[in-house]
């Protein structure tokens, strides 16, 4: 994205912080209540902004006494054996911490929320939600943390290698927590405003229909959270296969179930190639992926856990969880 044309959406914005000025500062004595004891908090606000936000805050409390442990189940009884050796148990650690925390900050500063809000509503009038994120530089992602992202490979700190490639990188923050491991790294991004992102962050950028069409072979290859978000997932994995690197590579992929597909930029929305996942539990499906796609294309499981796929919030939540199950595979 041009200079120019995010400081357009720097002042869209800020005009829109003037206009809900006086809305919000009608808060302000409101909002004192917040302080009050528990038993009062069903003060009847006149504002259902008040209101909202005070819901917000509540919740905010519960969270950071909570250390989400569900977040990280697995129930085993489901899985056969072989797939329980292979599970990973993690928990919610300091990085991830700092993140919610980010998040609940975030949430309380009330005039860039509202802003936001309207911005993001007349944005998305003529561009997908993606692409406002970005021009916004909100809904930043948290997948797993740099030591999940070690154990996860088996490595430690000290451990490099030369080449990643990350499919659908978004704003790179998710990449952040690799890039200290690689000499090189790669990303791919559809959005416009998140390819500007990627760039200001130093990452090379490859396009999303030619990255395979190149003589490298990758160390490692992220596909985070892209596989029901693009239009061939199928395409994609053989894709992936053909570049990965035999013997050592890793490819690391992140999916959210249950499966649903989404294509953002797509008319219908609807996946030309549909990937058909036996089951209704987290665990079945699971399961189901790795027999059904991963094999099939030519990948073998090593390692896998489950995490929260955590978006920041807005004024109604500071933060919103998805059930991410993340592979680790290599190439056969």
Known sequence: MLRHERRRVCKFIFLCTILLTYKASAMTDQMS?????????????????ARTVYQRMLEDRQHRDNDHSSWYQFNQQRLSKEMCDMFLQTHQDPETCQFLENCFNKADSIFTQLAHTLAKSVLTWFMTQTDANGLLRRGSMFVFSKQQFQDLLDIDESWKAATLLDLGAGDGKVTEKMQNHFEQVYATEASSPMRQRLTELGYTLLDIDEWHNNSVQY???????????CDRPMTLLRDIHKVLKPGTGRLIVATVFPFSPYVEYNQDHIPAEYLYIQ??????????????????VGFKLLKFTRLPYLCEG???????VLDDAVFVLERL
């Open 314 to 320: 807005d004024l109604n939540s500071s933060f919103y």
């Open 279 to 296: 089951g209704k539990t987290f665990e079945d499906q699971v399961t189901s992926f790795v027999e059904d796609i991963f094999k099939p």
């Open 33 to 49: 209540s917040l302080a009050l004891p528990e038993h009062q908090s069903s003060y009847r606000f006149r504002s259902h902004l």
């Open 219 to 229: 160390d490692v290859i992220s596909c985070l959270n892209l596989l029901d978000r």
